[in-house]
């Protein structure tokens, strides 16, 4: 499933749904719609709300700006600062929340949102790590993140074409692991480290189907990926490996919803989704997909063994949490990075 993929169809679509699921709009990543990540509300309504799609989060703001009308929206936490700075989203009712208290505080730390008041719910986080060929790359190659600079892999490695991830792989390899803190001198560490690893790269990656076809046919052998590569691949019994423990680390990055401020759909389903959502029923659909829920007491109940097989288990080494940023530094980011993939 691969439903965090940021460069899949760009329009805009309302899914067909009867008349009194139309009466709340979702604006979501493609894959999303699945009821079993909702089933709590399908149970109660009787099927699943309206849904539209995006293609990035990018897209997704500039529509949303332009009088697309949504009642909920799903983005990562890099996004939040600029959704809310706009006006175009309102503060949740946290006593509306039902498994609020039982959400990972990791998640939900006071770096989410610009105010006192919560405009962000996460409800689905996931690691970035290198994804690797076991039988071609040995161990040692992929213990520092330094390997997507080895010469020895020229034209055999590939990164997301997502500027988030490239970012906080990129932060990390020249040694920062709170990106909400970078400096001038660290962006600018990072970019040239992003500029010298271009030259090594055999394409971007635009989603985990795409990703999984470069590995299979052994085109790629190195990759920094999303979890959710890595039971794929197991699946089709690939020589996987998914090196979350390089010396300077891995990412986590971290989704939810925020709400429209001028929505047009019911209030009340727009709670009972979030709840849905959040709701223990929804834990082990998200898992199999590759995705961990924000409801820590919901996943604590799945076992380390189940989590370690999704690329989400414990480790130890440095990680970089995909959190909100200044928005003036997410547009360098943003516009470096274009400059970058086109060669300058």
């Known amino acids: 499933m691969n439903i965090r993929a940021t460069l899949l169809t760009g329009a805009a679509t309302l899914v067909a749904l009867p ?21 709590t509300y399908v149970e109660k309504h009787g099927q699943s709300p309206g849904f539209a799609f995006f293609g990035d989060e990018e897209e997704a703001f500039q529509k949303l700006s332009s009088g697309f009308r949504a009642d909920v929206t799903h983005i990562c936490a890099g996004s939040v600062t600029k959704f809310v700075e706009s006006g175009i989203v309102e503060p949740w009712d946290l006593s509306r929340i039902a498994e609020w ?6 998640l939900t730390g006071t770096q989410i949102g610009t105010t006192e008041d919560v405009y962000f719910i996460p409800t689905d986080y996931g690691s970035t790590a290198i994804a690797y060929n076991a039988e071609e790359v040995p ?52 970019s040239d480290w992003l500029r010298q690893v271009h030259g090594n790269l055999r394409t971007y990656w635009t989603d985990p189907a795409e ?13 920094w990926a999303w979890n959710e590569t890595l039971p794929t691949m197991v699946e089709e019994n690939f020589p996987i490996g998914f090196q979350r423990e390089a010396e300077e ?13 001028d929505g047009e ?22 898992l199999e997909a590759g995705y961990g829920q924000s409801n820590a007491a919901a996943m604590a109940g799945q076992g380390e063994e ?9 480790i130890d080494a440095p990680v970089l949490a995909q959190l909100p940023m200044d928005s003036a530094l997410r547009e360098k980011q943003n516009e470096t990075f274009e400059r970058i993939k086109a060669g300058f």
């Open 19 to 39: 008349a009194i699921a139309q009466e709340m709009t979702v604006f979501d990543y493609a894959g999303f719609e699945d009821p079993a990540f909702h089933s």
């Open 101 to 106: 208290e039982n959400l990972n505080t990791d």
């Open 139 to 190: 161990a040692e190659d992929v213990a520092s993140l330094q390997v997507f600079t080895n010469p020895k892999y020229q034209g055999r490695m590939t990164l997301p074409d997502n500027v988030d991830d490239a970012y906080a792989l990129a932060y990390l390899a020249t040694g920062t692991t709170d990106w909400s803190q970078a400096t001038d001198e660290q962006f600018q560490a990072a």
């Open 211 to 223: 990703l999984a076809q470069l590995l299979a046919s052994g085109e790629v052998l190195v990759s």
């Open 249 to 261: 680390g891995s990412s986590l990055w971290l989704c939810g919803y925020v709400n429209m401020k």
């Open 265 to 286: 759909g019911s209030e009340d389903l727009v709670y009972d989704f979030v709840n849905a959502m959040l709701d223990p029923s929804s834990t082990v659909a998200l």
């Open 306 to 314: 189940a989590l370690v097989a999704s690329g989400l288990g414990q």
